[in-house]
Structures are given as C-alpha cells and as structure tokens.
C-alpha cells in the first residue's frame, strides 16, 4: 500500500480509502468489523462515513475499537445547515465512535459554501470544535463543480470531497487539479459512478493518474475490497490503449 499526505492536511494516509457509509448495508455488526480489519490489515488506514448514515458510524465506531487510535484516519461528515445542529452532530459522531477527536469533520453542502461570515454559524462551529481539538482538520463535500470550485477558492477547506471518475465532466478533472496546486485534498466520490460503471479495471486505472486524488471506494463484500487491494497492489498501466478505451467509455454513456 503507497501512502500520501492528504494536502496542506498533512495527514499520512492510503493511496485509497474505504467509504464506511456502506457498513449500514451490512448483514451484521461482526460483517462490519470483519470489513474493517479486513481494510486495515491490506493498508488502507483512511475511512471515511457520515453522520446522516448513524449505523454505519456506529459500526465504524465498534470496528476500529481493536486498533490503535493513532494508526487510523477517521473522517465523517454533517449535512447540518446551522451551526446548532452542527453541534449535536459533532457531539454525535464522536459518541458514535467512541473517539476524542476526529481526524477529518466535513460539512456536506449542495446549496451553499459555508464562510466565516455567513449567517448559518457553520464554519464557526467548525473552527470551535478544532480549537478545542475534538476535531483536527475541516473539509467540504458537495456534488456540484460550482460550489467546490467555491470553496477551493474560499481557501477555508483543507480537503474537498467531490465525484470524480470515468464520466464526470472534465470540469470535474480540472478542480481536481487545482487542489494539487494549492495542496488541498482531494477525496474523489463516485468511483464507479455511483454503481452505474461495472469496469473496476479502468475506473481504479482512471483515478490512479492524479497522484493527489484518494479514491472512496464504497465496498459492502469482502470480495468487492479484495478487488480493490488486488488493484492497489498491481495497477492497470495507462497506456493508449488503456487511455483510448477510457476516452470511448466516456463517448458511451455521454
């Protein structure tokens, strides 16, 4: 497993990360864990969930209470659009998962990009909370290329989580791009388009190109992150023929 830091965040974390959101679909408690060991024990150090999908932090939670706090990144995040109800998620999410502090607290925001100035209180309570060291780093989740390019040039996020795969539009690529060059981190969503691309190949091989883009890869079977760990360990090579075969999928399902 490679390791980067992940932007001015500076945070030592696996070249892919496991989207925990996923654990909710899980059949058990036990399946949970066992995906979580399993991704632990293949390197992957990074798990990312979200306070609106309570189960999946809970199981999280339970999953990570056998491994050493320091050794693993915690991420989740809030779909809160005032600064009370950020609060009681905050507080939330750290019983969840039994933690003093989280590693990375995002605010999920289709409508706006919370600023110190804005009325909603967002992004002070967030700064409140990382005073106080309950939480380390901020970053913003948005499915919108407007608004992350809002909050890339805000230049409030450490990180941005936004879709990034085989048929995102190129705007997409390109924000993606500029968080490298002013060391944001960059959590691309959507690995396989939500489910609607099948070629795992081409989609690890896709994102593989950006050194600075860490893949949430959101598995529910051991088989499905076997596959992913198997890719890690040997990815495709980007070739033509590799990046023909990229450009074609992209005319296909435009």
């Not at 999946?56 to 056998?66: F, K, P, W, Y």
């Not at 700064?127 to 060291?133: A, M």
């Not at 805000?154 to 990180?159: A, G, I, P």
């Not at 989580?161 to 969503?189: H, S, W, Y």
Request: aromatic share 10%; proline share 4%; glycine share 6%.
């Amino acid at each position: 497993m490679e390791y980067v830091v992940l932007g001015r965040a500076n945070l030592l974390i696996s070249r892919i990360a496991l989207g925990a959101y996923g654990l909710q679909y899980v059949e058990s408690d036990e399946a949970a864990a066992e995906l979580v060991t399993m991704a632990y024990q293949g390197g992957i150090n990074f798990f990312d969930t979200a306070r609106h999908k309570p189960l999946s932090e809970t199981r999280l939670g339970m999953a990570v209470q056998s491994i050493q706090r320091q050794n693993i990144i915690l991420a989740t995040k809030s779909i809160a659009t005032d600064g009370v109800s950020l609060e009681a998620d905050i507080e939330a999410s750290l019983d969840a998962m039994h933690c003093d502090y989280i590693d990375l607290y995002q605010i999920e925001n289709h409508e706006f990009v919370p600023t110190e100035k804005s009325q909603d209180g967002l992004y002070k309570v967030l700064k409140k909370y990382q005073e106080k060291g309950k939480i380390r780093h901020i970053g913003f989740v948005t499915e919108s290329p407007e608004l992350a390019q809002i909050a890339v040039d805000s230049d409030l996020y450490e990180t941005l989580q936004l879709p990034l795969n085989v048929l995102t539009p190129e705007l997409n690529v390109e924000i993606a791009k500029t968080c490298e060059q002013r060391d944001i981190g960059f959590i691309a969503m959507q690995p396989l388009c939500g489910g609607v691309f099948r070629n795992v190949p081409l989609a690890y091989g896709f994102l593989r190109q950006y050194e600075n883009v860490i893949p949430l890869w959101g598995t529910r079977l051991p088989e499905e992150l076997q596959q992913i760990l198997y890719f890690e360990s040997h990815p495709p090579v980007i070739d033509k023929k590799f990046l023909e075969e990229t450009q074609h999928n992209r005319m296909l399902f435009s």
